[in-house]
T-cell receptor, first 114, second 112 residues
Framework: DTGVSQNPRHKITKRGQNVTFRCDPI?????LYWYRQTLGQGPEFLTY????????KSRLLSDRFSAERPKGSFSTLEIQRTEQGDSAMYLC????????????FGEGSRLTVL | DQQVKQNSPSLSVQEGRISILNCDYT??????FLWYKKYPAEGPTFLIS?????DKNEDGRFTVFLNKSAKHLSLHIVPSQPGDSAVYFC???????????FGAGTTVTVRA
């Protein structure tokens, strides 16, 4: 399977704990995106990378959130001191390097904060 | 700030009939529009797109219509099939803007 891969698929944690999600994009895609989706809403943009450079961050990405893409390959999204409001599906997508390119999404990582 | 709006959260249609999904946008800088389909426990998958230089794009049973003056687009599925039951998201982006803005989605149920 050469699609976008995310893990873990589901993470249950207690409030205040740190969690990390990993995304492996399609190998030839140099752009990588993180989105968050809550119940009844569409995906909301969090951040994106071109290769290893983080080019844009949404105001939704508070200082408890950090994303990295070392070496321009896989990416990690870490949430520190989780809150119940962080419970959501975290979606990763990748694309080729053109503005109107289609985004290819992974299956998502669902976070439940108790 | 919801720049892409899908005002119908759900749609029920009989198999074989036409499904029409609507989407409105507020950002006049948007010039590329996409529809994504999502099944439960899966990520969204690309369905069809349209550039602002066109007013219609067709791909098999799926047709997207764009009315720039009204800032409105629609997706027509004809004939509707049971496998079309899913959540459909409208998305948009502007020139040189690599990210997509999504609507809240419309859940389509195709009845046998």
């Amino acid at each position: 399977d050469t699609g976008v891969s995310q893990n873990p698929r589901h993470k249950i944690t207690k409030r205040g704990q740190n969690v990390t999600f990993r995304c492996d994009p399609i190998s030839e895609h140099n752009r990588l995106y993180w989105y968050r989706q809550t119940l009844g809403q569409g995906p909301e943009f969090l951040t994106y990378f071109q290769n290893e450079a983080q080019l844009e961050k949404s105001r939704l990405l508070s200082d408890r959130f950090s994303a990295e893409r070392p070496k321009g390959s896989f990416s990690t999204l870490e949430i520190q001191r989780t809150e119940q409001g962080d419970s959501a599906m975290y979606l990763c997508a990748s694309s080729l390097d053109r503005p109107t390119g289609e985004l290819f999404f992974g299956e998502g990582s669902r976070l439940t904060v108790l | 700030d919801q720049q892409v709006k899908q005002n119908s959260p759900s749609l029920s249609v009989q198999e074989g009939r036409i499904s029409i999904l609507n989407c409105d946008y507020t950002n006049s800088m948007f010039d590329y529009f996409l529809w994504y389909k999502k099944y439960p426990a899966e990520g969204p998958t690309f369905l069809i797109s349209i550039s602002s230089i066109k007013d219609k794009n067709e791909d098999g049973r799926f047709t997207v219509f764009l009315n720039k003056s009204a800032k409105h687009l629609s997706l027509h599925i004809v004939p509707s099939q049971p496998g079309d039951s899913a959540v459909y998201f409208c998305a948009a982006s502007g020139s040189n803007d690599y990210k997509l803005s999504f609507g809240a989605g419309t859940t389509v149920t195709v009845r046998a």
